[in-house]
């Protein structure tokens, strides 16, 4: 790679947002050049989803879906209204990959395999000639009197008339995202709020929980508290791991279960049949006890509780006899089943890291961003985009388009 090789528009950072942004820009004629520190590119975004890519949210009132965007989607409007879910739609499928909409109007890939959208956004780059430099580690961005000079690395300096960044934040480091872009970008003045992973399963100390690793409730209730005072409850499915809980729902929380850990002690309860009342629950026990009156408890306790889970609640019951034959089994041992199954008890102890974080906030504020073009406010030919700015999103497709929207943004006014 020659030295001081001169290009329109310098995109650091081959993500999601990168990627989009330097296509966008070639298309559009201009002399792009990609530097990425892995040795190929998208290794975040071919992760993603679990590998199945939750490309974006069905969501297509534009108000609707900024309201998933916290205090960012004030600031938002414009870059949606110039890229939005329905583009995003039609950019994927007029590239021979459409999309499919699943529950809670997630979108993926009809093959629901991530690679196919990396290889979707790296033909885009071929086509309109971007050069890629991999295994390029950016030592320093250079500024000078309000505009970015050039970009420093280990293959030498880059220059352009400007410059793109789109290093990512600091979720899944393993993929490269290891907060480089918040170092430059503090360096040469912005402000950068601190991040904390705020999409990522949550730590506990119940052995009967870590017992069930692998297991899901497809449809739980789970409320929280600080020092034993009510702060908030939500239903949905939710998946048990060797360190904790986790699913969709976990992850939504886990945002607002942070700031309560700094409050305090917090503990939830999950309500495992949050359609029953307590009678409505104890019936249908004592209906499945009718049915198996010469078995022992233990033999029918796995019809009483939600599929997959009853070797590890049967640990919070210590008092009760599981040898019992089941028309044996007293009316107060009863109601503890059914007081248990509406309560199981969940004691939280932390976060966890980015290591395990689908998202991590922090980053630039955008009142430091015109989000009309995701240009820099300090710098005239500086462009920020995707998760290097400070906006919380719960996961379900907001974060991937987000990368797309400020990428499109960044790259048709570079």
């Not at 885009?124 to 690395?153: F, P, R």
């Not at 029918?300 to 640990?315: A, S």
């Not at 028309?327 to 980015?354: F, N, Q």
């Amino acid at each position: 790679m020659r030295k001081n090789a001169e290009y329109d528009v310098v995109v650091i950072g081959g993500g999601a947002s990168g990627m989009f942004a330097a296509a966008v820009a070639a298309k559009r004629g201009k002399r792009v050049v990609l530097l990425e520190k892995n040795k190929s590119l998208g290794e975040k975004l071919k992760i993603t989803g679990g590998g199945r890519c939750n490309i974006t949210n069905a969501e297509y009132d534009v108000h609707a879906l900024l309201s998933h965007y916290g205090d960012g989607g004030k600031f938002l409007f414009s870059p949606f209204s110039q890229f939005g879910v329905k583009d995003t739609f039609t950019y994927f499928e007029e590239r021979k990959l459409p999309l499919v909409v699943q529950a809670r109007k997630r979108a993926f890939p009809h093959t629901e395999k991530a690679p196919d959208v990396y290889l979707t956004l790296k033909k885009e780059l071929e086509k309109y000639k971007v050069t890629v430099v991999s295994n390029c580690t950016v030592t320093g961005i250079n500024a000078e009197g309000g505009q970015i000079t050039g970009v420093s690395t280990n293959r030498g300096e880059f220059h352009a008339s400007s410059y793109i960044l789109s290093t990512g934040g600091v979720s899944h480091p393993e993929t490269g995202s290891t907060g480089d872009g918040f170092k430059f970008l503090k360096k040469i003045g912005h402000t950068i709020k601190d991040p904390t992973p705020t999409i990522v399963p949550l730590a506990v100390s119940d052995e009967w929980i870590k017992m069930l690793k692998g297991v899901s409730i497809a449809d739980m209730k789970i409320t929280f508290y600080l020092e034993d005072e009510k702060v908030f409850s939500k239903t949905g499915g939710v998946l048990f791991t060797h360190f904790g809980l986790s699913g969709p729902l976990i992850l939504n929380c886990a945002g607002k279960v942070g700031g309560m850990l700094e409050g305090g002690q917090v503990r939830a309860v999950i309500d495992a049949f949050p359609a029953l009342d307590l009678g409505a629950l104890e019936k249908r026990i004592l209906s499945i006890f009718d049915g198996d009156k010469n078995k022992t408890l233990k033999n029918v306790f796995k019809e009483v509780c939600p599929v997959g889970t009853w070797k590890g609640i049967q640990t919070l019951l210590p008092d009760i006899a599981f040898e019992t034959k089941v028309h044996s089994v007293s009316k107060e041992d009863r109601k503890k089943i059914v007081r248990l199954l509406k309560g199981l008890p969940v004691h939280i102890t932390h976060l966890m890291g980015y290591d395990r974080a689908v998202l991590a906030d922090g980053g630039v504020p955008l009142t430091e961003i015109d989000t009309k073009t995701m240009r820099s406010l300090l710098f005239g030919n500086l462009y920020v985009t995707g998760d290097l700015l400070h906006i919380n999103r719960p996961s379900g497709g907001y974060s991937l388009q987000l990368c797309w929207t400020t990428g499109y943004v960044a790259g048709s006014h570079c």
